[in-house]
């Protein structure tokens, strides 16, 4: 398939590397074009503007930071709005606001194209090994012509329904749902450090019961070492995460006072200067209000 991929950064490259592994003809595009160059030597051809990568694409892949990167790359004056073709679909693999995703649900039917939300859930070592999850939703015949590409970069695709914002909606859930299990992990550490139990002989212990997931335990690792760089997703990234949350919450009339406890937390951690560490480093806060 003729498929361009806009945003090339710790996700995207090795997301793009795996479509070009499967003989997809792939169009890259990065706002830093340093970033999206390595993919030529895998049989890219890098494009200078997002139309540009647009034009001739049967799907146009993005997967950026923010609402704000995506909204420039979509409907910018070099944005792939008008230059994507009739009948093409625009994947949105972002994790992204519900508002902007109905938004772009819209805008994408006025101009005859087809719109699927399909954000993921995954580290940058899962996106290099193909085993990413993805939640995707929007019309069937949609979802079935981005197979080739859900297949090429997913362990698993799940599909959530018709409306494309109810796969943005169950991925703000699920990043909620890590942020409130670190802050859970970093009060344990904190209360387990200052009894006086060492970080590794309680991860071990953890290790030995709570965890089958490799989602809780490899952050329940970084916790222990206290290694919060390089950073795989950043507090700002996450403090954005909770906020769009937040606005969907009070959208739809459901409070959710954990997800403002954990938001005021990631919120601390930016004012600190932790905003590039990893998301964990939300425990670190844990352990020095705790005196650690």
Excluded at 58 to 75: C, G, P, R, S, Y
Excluded at 148 to 164: K, M, N, Q, S, Y
Aim: hydrophobic fraction near 50%; glycine fraction near 10%.
């Amino acid at each position: 398939m003729k498929i361009a991929f806009l945003g090339t950064g710790r996700m995207g490259l090795p997301m793009a590397r795996s479509l070009l592994a499967a003989g997809h003809e792939v169009t890259a595009w990065n706002r830093t074009r340093g970033k999206a160059e390595p993919l030529a030597a895998h049989g890219a051809r890098i494009a200078g503007t997002p139309a540009e990568a647009a034009q001739d694409a049967e799907i146009a892949v993005t997967m950026l930071a923010d609402d704000e990167a995506l909204d420039e790359v979509v409907f910018g004056d070099e944005g792939i709005y008008e230059a994507l073709p009739q009948g093409g679909v625009h994947l949105g693999c972002s994790t992204i606001g519900v508002q902007l995703s109905r938004t772009l649900a819209d805008a994408h039917e006025i101009q005859r194209q087809l719109y699927v939300a399909a954000p993921v859930f995954g580290r940058p070592e899962a996106a290099e090994a193909r085993k990413l999850k993805v939640v995707a939703a929007g019309e069937a015949g949609a979802i079935e012509l981005c197979r080739p590409v859900l297949d090429a970069i997913a362990a698993r695709t799940f599909v959530v329904g018709a409306d494309p914002a109810h796969a943005n909606v169950v991925k703000l859930c699920g990043n909620f749902m890590i942020a409130a299990m670190i802050e859970t992990l970093g009060e344990t550490f904190a209360m387990a450090r200052k009894s006086g139990v060492e970080p590794a002989t309680f991860l071990e212990v953890l290790d030995g019961t709570f965890f089958g997931s490799p989602i809780f335990g490899g952050y329940a690792a970084r916790i222990a070492e206290g290694e919060y760089r390089p950073a795989a997703f950043t507090m700002r990234l996450g403090l954005k995460d909770l906020r769009l949350l937040l606005a969907a919450a009070e959208a739809a009339e459901v409070p959710m006072p954990g997800a403002s406890l954990v938001r005021d937390r990631l919120l601390t951690g930016i004012a600190l200067g932790r905003g590039e560490d990893d998301w964990s480093a939300a425990a670190a806060l844990a352990a020095e209000q705790a005196g650690l």
